[in-house]
């Protein structure tokens, strides 16, 4: 079955600087690969996701980039701010019909 | 849309006691997820189900743990008998056919003692 990981762990940094998350996976047949927020007390919330067919997405601040043939995704997040604060999860699927497997988390402190 | 929606939100129990957690997914979705969530091992699918049948119970412990979804819009995981080990939090989330994209409920946070 699929196995995602991700890097780093745990992810400092000023606002303003960008932050990169990293994550490869192992099933070549996965074609969908989103990312999700997760607030403290609260569930994963989508924040932006990619489709096998499409190298990049942007949205505003954040993007995702994929390397099909290396097997990995990351996530970029220019400007950061304090509220993006968070534990981060990376996620591949089959979209026909399996089950999102996530990889293990990323949190991601931003300090004003 | 209410989402998803999960209760209790909390969950304290001794160990050996039943404990059920609820799920209602979005009206329309045809999947259902239930995840669980520890530290150590981040968020692991414990089982799925497709128009409520059952379509993959590999992460699920099958001698304590058991899923229903006895109609669209409801599910049940039941763990019988709790142990320390199963403190976690468990998400249900669901999905509209054809999509990728899950959404989550916010979680029962469950603590055995």
């Known amino acids: 079955g699929e196995n995602v990981e991700q890097h780093p762990s745990t992810l400092s940094v000023q606002e303003g600087d960008s932050a990169v998350i990293k994550c490869t996976y192992s099933d070549s047949a996965s074609n969908y690969f989103p990312w999700y927020k997760q607030e403290l007390g609260k569930g994963p919330q989508l924040i932006i996701d990619?489709?096998?067919?499409?190298g990049e997405k942007k949205d505003q601040r954040i993007a995702v980039t994929l390397n099909k043939t290396a097997k990995h995704f990351s996530l970029h997040i220019t400007e950061t701010q304090p509220e993006d604060s968070a534990v981060y999860f990376c996620?591949?699927?089959?979209?026909?019909?399996?089950?999102?497997?996530f990889g293990k988390g990323t949190t991601l402190s931003v300090s004003s | 849309d209410a989402g998803v929606i999960q209760s209790p939100r909390h969950e304290v129990t001794e160990m050996g006691q039943e404990v059920t957690l609820r799920c209602k997914p979005i009206s329309g979705h045809d999947y259902l997820f239930w995840y669980r969530q520890t530290m150590m091992q981040g968020l692991e699918l414990l089982v799925y189900f497709n128009n409520k049948a059952v379509m993959d119970d590999s992460g699920m412990p099958k001698d304590r743990f058991s899923a229903k979804m006895p109609n669209a819009s409801f599910s049940t995981l039941k763990i019988q008998p709790s142990e320390p080990r199963d403190s976690a939090v468990y998400f249900c989330a669901s999905r509209r056919p054809g999509q990728g994209a899950n959404t989550f409920g916010s979680g029962t946070r469950l603590t055995v003692v």
């Open positions: 996620a591949a699927s089959n979209q026909a019909g399996t089950a999102l497997i």
């Open positions: 990619i489709r096998s067919n499409v």
